[in-house]
């Protein structure tokens, strides 16, 4: 088993930033896919962000330039650097972890963690 703790989420003014974290325990994932999906109320999960062991990273056309993905191994935590933030970014956000075949469909992740609210004033 995998468990995954994010934190970081919080209220914060348009054009603001925010850095969620994940950090990891349990199972090794050696060649695992780390995401990071959101849900807005009434609304599907949708990804945002993945990264893979050798760092790769792909990202949802809304956030590139301004969101970034990262890793500390040796912390086994993922990062997700958010700036410029905008009113419809407001979401819960949850780190993900799996070996999909694709990095972009949630169902294709294994293993979630509880989300962070994430709140962005006009």
């Known amino acids: 088993q995998v468990q995954l703790v994010e934190s970081g989420g919080g209220l914060v003014q348009a054009g603001g930033s925010l850095r969620l974290s994940c950090a990891a325990s349990g199972r090794t994932l050696s060649d695992a896919i780390m995401g990071w999906f959101r849900q807005a109320p009434g609304k599907e999960r949708d990804f945002v962000a993945g990264?893979?062991?050798?760092?790769?990273?792909y990202y949802t056309n809304s956030v590139k330039g301004r969101f970034t993905i990262s890793t500390d191994n040796a912390k086994n935590t993922v990062y997700l650097q958010m700036n410029s933030l905008k009113p419809e970014d407001t979401a819960v956000y949850y780190c993900a972890a799996g070996v999909p075949v694709r990095w972009d469909v949630a169902r294709n992740y294994d293993y979630w963690g509880q989300g962070t609210q994430v709140t962005v004033s006009s």
């Open positions: 990264i893979n062991w050798s760092s790769s990273t």
